[in-house]
């Protein structure tokens, strides 16, 4: 197996099992200047959208209802209704500035199901290439990230604030 160096994760690795709390409640709690810093990109009356920190694709978004449940069922239509306003600016902001082939959404509800974080359900938004799953993953064991986290943020926040002026 090939190493690729990704320092960047050491933090996620050593306090992974000790965190308290729920990271997107602490993101969504944020101001908006300290959004850069949590990487919250939008935040609406329901609901936000935040960068994954830990991405499969440059551009992997996540949208998040501000109420804390695991449960989709537990979400009130209000809320349903702001996280499809949000995919929908956030399919638009993705196309803008990536200009990918394609798109992964969806939910991962239960550990089984593959959630990280199962007590605060949120909504995958991935951008996907043709060709992005290749040699790297599946022989080398290795994911390219071509873009650091930040210069994605900017990018797209940049995009989003167009777009809701």
């Avoid at 949590?38 to 009356?45: E, K, Q």
Wanted: hydrophobic residues 40%.
């Amino acid at each position: 197996m090939r190493i690729l160096w990704a320092p960047w994760r050491r933090h996620y690795v050593e306090t992974v099992d000790t965190q308290v709390g729920c990271f997107l409640c602490e993101a969504a709690s944020q101001p908006e200047e300290r959004w850069r810093d949590s990487l919250v990109l939008h935040r609406g009356r329901r609901s936000f959208i935040i960068l994954n920190k830990y991405p499969y694709n440059s551009g992997h978004l996540m949208i998040v209802p501000l109420i804390h449940t695991g449960e989709y069922e537990d979400l009130d239509e209000e809320t349903v209704a702001e996280m499809d306003q949000l995919l929908r600016m956030s399919l638009k902001i993705l196309k803008e500035v990536f200009r990918p082939h394609g798109f992964n959404v969806g939910y991962n509800i239960g550990r089984p199901a593959g959630a990280g974080l199962e007590t605060h359900i949120h909504m995958h938004v991935v951008p996907r290439w043709n060709g992005d799953t290749n040699f790297m993953p599946v022989i080398g064991e290795t994911k390219v990230i071509s873009e650091d986290l930040l210069s994605t943020y900017d990018r797209l926040r940049n995009a989003l604030e167009r777009l809701v002026r």
